[in-house]
Structures are given as C-alpha cells and as structure tokens.
C-alpha cells in the first residue's frame, strides 16, 4: 500500500483507488483514504455527493467494484470469512436507528452478541446494561424502540453497536432525523466515545462536533474527496472552490 | 344566549336515534326473512311429506368407507359415518395447514433469494399452481401421478418413507416405540400407511395451499424496511439469523391476516376430497343424503360443522396476531 500516506502499521481503514457503480452511475471515483487508529474523521459534501455510498462499502452494506479495502489489516473481497471478520469488527449507526421494534431495548443490544459472539445471556445482559448507563439511559431497558424518543433510540443504537466490541465505529448521518433538541444527546454520546479513542468515521454536518472533535475533515463532492485536512484549516481557510460554497451555504 | 340552552332534540332530528333504528331495522328485517324462509321450507316439506329431525342418525348406514381412522364397518350407523367423516376432514385439514405452512415457508424464501435458479424455480411453481384450477389439478394429481407410481414391490423410498401406487408409508411411534415401514410382499409392513386417495388429497392440498402461502410469506418478508436487513447485517447475523430472529418475528404482522384466510381456505377446499376418493366429511355427506334424503339436515349441519371449524381457527390466528403485535407509545 506505497500510495497511503499513512504507516500502514497504524492504520485502522485503509482506502486505495475504490470505485462503485450504481447500474450507470460513477457514485465513489476511486476514493483514497487511511484512517488510523483512534482517529475521528467527519465526512462532509453535498447529498448525493457518494459520502454515504463510501461509509456503506467499508462494511460490505454495498459492494466496491474496484479498488481496495482494509479493515484492521484484513482485506475486503469475495471470501465470506472476511466479509463476516470485518463486519464484527466495524459497528455501524444509521440514520433512521433501524431498531429491530419487536425486541425491548435489551434484547435490541444482547441479540448480536449472544447469537453472533456466542456470548451468555447474563454476561451480555451486564454489558448491555453498562452500555446503556453509558448513553445515559439505564431506565428505559425494557421499553420498546417505539416507545422511545428519536434521540432514545439513537442512543440505543449506539449502545447496540458498541456491545459487539468494534474496532471501528461508523457513522452514517446519526443526528439528521433527530429533532434539534435530541441532537445534543446523542452528539455528548459521540464525543464521549471519541474520547475513549474509539476510530470513527462520521458522515454529519454537524459543524462543532466536526470542529471539537474531528481529527480531520473530508469533503466529498461527485464521488470523490476533493479536500481533506483538520478542521480548524479546513473550515477556516478552504481551498477548494467546492468547499468553499458548500462551507458557506451551511454556515449561512 | 337560547343556543346553548339545553334543549330537548326532537327525535327526527337525533343523529343518535338514527344509529339506533337503523340497527333495529336490519336485525327485524333479517329475522323476518329467516321466519319466512324457515315456514317456506317446512311447508313445502309437509306438502311432499318429508320428514325433518334427525331421528335417521341411529339407523344403519349399510355402505362401506375405505378409509378411516374410527372403527366403523357397514353395520355402523349414520352418525358413525358421519364422524368418520368428520374425523378425515380434519386430519386432512390440520396435517394440510401444518406442511402447507412449512412448504410456503420454504417456497417463500426461495422466491426471495438473490440465487437466480432458485427462485426462478420457486417462481414458476407459484405461477403453475396459482393459474391451475383446484380441482384441475387434484384429479391431474391423483390420475396421472399417484396412480402411476411404481409397484408396491418396486416402491420408491425416500429416506424412511416409502412411496408406490398402493399408498406411502411413513415412519409412525407404534407401541412405544418408532416402527420403520417394510414392504413384505404386496402390503407394506410397519409405520403409519397412507391409502392412495388420502395422500393425493393430503399432498394436492398442500403442493396446492404452499404456492399461496409462499407469495404471502414473499409479500411479508418484502413490507419490512430494508434498514432491518442493513442493521442484521452490520451487527454480524448471517442471512439464516437474519431472517429468523430480525425479519420473519416483525413480518408475521403482516403475514398473518392472509396466512389464515389461506388456512380456512385449505379447510374449505378439503371438500373436494369426493374427487380423489377419499371420504371425507362431506362426501360421506352425499351418500347419506342419497341413502336417507334428508338433505336439509345434512347441509346444515355440514354448514355449521366448516363455519366452526373455520371460526375456531380464525380465533386462534386473531388471538397469535394480537400476541406478535408491536408494541408502541
């Protein structure tokens, strides 16, 4: 991996040249990236710009059709063995939670890690609890998904992949369905984890969870990175022309 | 100010009163027509002096069943053949919904499955049965295919279950313990036989009842949101967890509704039996009104017998569906 600017002894993700198609359309144009280790890197771009599509290839949820991938040192292909490595190694947070609402709260985090890690049920029941005193919400354990505000079932969702014990946590618009009020809530959950050293990738727009907690910042447009730097330069001095219109628009 | 003050409504203008005589409009215009049509019936049955009551149940039935699981022989009565019937509707019946389920299952997933042969495959099979009449295709089944399976003494096995043209038997818990069927010469020896007629309306049933069962299992599978499958996936359950424990608990919500209207349908269609041979309730029915003429009393109670029967299952099916309900607020 010569092209990656970072020693691949560290690197938690490396990214090398990944390309994906959508029938005809050209959604990632050979994307390069290295995160490493407990690195947090935002991802910012206009919608449709491929910063979603990218996230979604890092743990298989869509497949890249040239290029390389590397999670931890295993590599993204064909084999199956693989695939299922790097994705219990890689948690994933959606946008709209995707709680599974036929199971309480607990039982939403000690599913994976009782049928997939082969975990017991009281072990993954104390880790399960741990993790939801962690998201600051201990209380609301045996309560639907339905039953729970949006910020709630953020949270939870959090919780329920952090219980896999990921290397790696990804992050694909975490707060854009929430009310501005529940925002907050789960952004003081992600920036406690990021400071645990947790290697994050988030897709937000969040400005000053970028700005207090990104290690550095990528700007997408057309499938591409077209700037990527920390965010106190990137936000202030943008080269980019692209950057620069997409920085002001947001900041109005 | 004379607004508000509270009135009396007279009567032709309460919305209330209305609700209240339309209901008792249609409950006296129903019972009417029974009456009517009950005092019809009984004197036109006079007029023709025919008897009505069920006094002919206790007299001897004097025609033989093939099959059944009750003792019964020629000298049985009326009623006894009555229950045989009854007893092979429901085997037919309560066997038929427990495999159709496990087929449509299969049939279901089948068609949902990105490998192209198979659910080509699951496809076409839904297609054929679904544009086939039912009573087509039992009689296709039972003429063309269980009556040219091989010999008894050639009898295909299928693990434990051996098949030919003189029925199928199956493995079966005899005395305690769990006989495997032989065949010794011209019968088959051991384990549970199914005659010829009751495993072509068994199996045409349910080839038959899966395909629907399949498409409703396919259209519940395909109402859950395609985030549940992204977050199964993400957290590591391969696609056989997925589907058990993420998918198939929340689209049971929506399977079960049809599931059970394809479950009274199963019931139903039992009926067709006569067109393999097989005596079920109602063809054992046809013999009695022929033997006794007293076809009033038989359709009636055949009626009452699949409207409880159906009844029965749609409780059981309402109470599963409000137990797997979502919980929310």
Known sequence: MSQSNTNPESAMIQCVDVHKWYGQFHALRGVTLSVARGEVVVVMGPSGSGKSSFIRTINRLEEHQRGTIIVDGIELTHDVRNIERIRSEVGMVFQSFNLFPHLTVLENITLAPMRVRKMNRERAGKIARELLERVRIPEQADKYPGQLSGGQQQRVAIARALAMEPKVMLFDEPTSALDPEMIKEVLEVMVDLAKSGMTMICVTHEMNFARNVAHRVCFFDQGNIVEMGPPA?????PEHERTQLFLSQILH | MSDTKKTR????????AYAVLAQVAFVVVVIAAGVFLFGNLLSALRRQNIPI???????????????????????????????????NTLVVASVGIVLASVFGLITGLAGLTHNFIISRLARVYTEIMRNVPLLVFLVFWYRGIVFNLPKISEALS?????????????????????????VRGRIFDGGFVLSPELFAILSGLVIYTAAFIGEVIRAGVQAIPRGQFEAARALGFT????????????????IIPPLTSQYLNLTKNSSLAAAVGYPDLWSISTVIINQTGRAVEMIAVVMGIYLTTSLLTSLFMNWYNNKVRLIER
């Open chain 2, 9 to 16: 409504i007279p009567i032709w203008r309460d919305e209330r």
């Open chain 1, 233 to 237: 330069k990137l936000f202030s001095t």
């Open chain 2, 239 to 254: 696609g056989m967890q997925s589907i058990r424990l993420i998918v198939l608990p929340q689209a049971l919500r929506v």
């Open chain 2, 53 to 87: 009551g069920f006094d002919f149940l206790p007299t001897r039935a004097g025609f033989d069943i093939s099959d059944s699981f009750l003792e019964y022989t020629a000298s049985s009565n009326y009623l006894q053949a009555f229950q045989v019937g009854l007893v």
């Open chain 2, 158 to 182: 299928i693990g434990p279950i051996l098949v030919s043209n003189r029925g199928v038997a199956i493995p079966w818990l005899l005395e305690g313990a769990l006989s495997l069927p032989v």
